[in-house]
C-alpha cells in the first residue's frame, strides 16, 4: 500500500455511508373525514339561497312550517321552538331546519307543497 491514511479513510467513509438508516419519505397523510360542504355548496345550479325577512318573533317561517313541524312531531322530534324554520328557499323548493329538544338537527325539503325528510 502506498499510503495507509489515505486506505483508512476510504474504509471509514465507506463504512460511515453504509450506516446512515434507511429514509423513505411517504406523501403526506391526509385526513379520511370528508370537508364540510356548506349549504349554497349542496345546491344544484338553479337554485339559490335568498335570504327571508325575519318575522316578528325572531324565527324565519315560511307557507309549510307548520306541516314540516308536524311531520317532525311524527318521527318523535319535539322542536325546541314551534314551527320549523326556513334555511333556504328557490322558486318552487323550500328547505326547513326543526331542532329536536334531544339535540338532533332533522332537515325538510318541500318541492311543490310536497316534504321530505332529508336526513
Do not use: H
Not at 23 to 28: D, F, G, N
Not at 36 to 44: D, F, I, K, M, R
Amino acid at each position: 500500500m502506498k499510503n495507509p491514511l489515505l486506505f483508512l479513510a476510504a474504509i471509514l467513509l465507506a463504512g460511515c455511508s453504509a450506516l446512515q438508516p434507511n429514509v423513505r419519505s411517504y406523501p403526506p397523510q391526509r385526513s379520511s373525514a370528508p370537508a364540510p360542504v356548506s349549504l349554497s355548496e349542496s345546491l344544484s345550479p338553479s337554485e339559490q339561497v335568498i335570504d327571508v325577512p325575519q318575522q316578528s318573533s325572531g324565527r324565519k317561517g315560511g307557507e309549510l312550517s307548520d306541516t314540516v313541524e308536524r311531520m317532525a312531531r311524527k318521527t318523535a322530534c319535539l322542536p325546541v321552538q314551534p314551527g320549523a324554520t326556513l334555511i333556504a328557499k328557490t322558486g318552487a323548493v323550500e328547505t326547513y331546519q326543526v331542532s329536536c329538544q334531544d339535540g338532533q338537527q332533522q332537515l325538510y325539503k318541500c318541492e311543490q307543497r310536497q316534504c321530505r325528510m332529508m336526513n
